[in-house]
């Protein structure tokens, strides 16, 4: 790799009781790259990205983003540095708007005297700026900005979601199996959203037990096994049957794999 990753960790640990579900585990996201991770269940991947997204602290290890340490203490203090999440349970407020959702906990204010929380909610600026996200990455099948999430079908929900961190994420987007509950049709725009947040320059790291759809989209694929990183291939090299093989410990990847 000529590049410095963009994201990178070593040495994470994450122990819980007597689980380690995490053991010694290394990552590197390169730069403008879609980097799935993939593992069997109970792996230790949603522990990684909880870990890289400020979610969970691990016990030991670094993390640098750009060359720089840093140690997430809340999901919060990522989303300050430009990570931004899409976890497995979406994080929405089903009875509140799209805008609203887009916004929860960063709501743009009217300007005012008063203390930042006790100022007005901007909601022009705030359903402006939500329609534009939307447009920008082709879901303007939603009609009305302040259509309650509720009332959404699933994918406009995953929509919504990724727009949300594709809109804020301005370094790091992480997607959390953003097809698991979808049909054909939803998943496919979620794949095109994702491609779509890669042609802005913005990193993707995509978790996900689905084989077509990595092997579809990532530029490399990270195989997490037994808490830490087995191997990194890429697409083009491997079948899917060698993914799942390696994944399962059917197969042990060369030395020259676990470099890549
Ligand atoms: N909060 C927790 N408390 C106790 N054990 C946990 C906790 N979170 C994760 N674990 C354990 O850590 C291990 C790794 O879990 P993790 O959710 O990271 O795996 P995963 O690869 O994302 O799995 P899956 O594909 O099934 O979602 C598992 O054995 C899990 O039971």
Redesign the pocket.
Known sequence: MSQEPLLKARGLY?R??K????NNCDFDLMPGEILAVI??????????I?ALSGA?QPDEGEITLEGRRVQFSSPLEARGEGIECVY?TLAMSPALSIADNMFMGRELRKPGIMGKWFRQLDRPAMEKFAREKLSELGLMTIQNINQAVETLSGGQRQGVAVARAAAFGSKVVIL??PTAALGVKESRRVLELIRDVRARGIPIIL?S?NMPHVFEVADRIHI?RL?SRLCVIRPQDYSMSDAVAFMTGAKVPEAAEVAA
């Open positions: 994450k819980y009781g689980v380690t579900a995490l593992g069997d269940n109970g792996a230790g991947k949603s522990s990684l909880k969970v497995q959390d199996e978790i037990h997490h808490g």
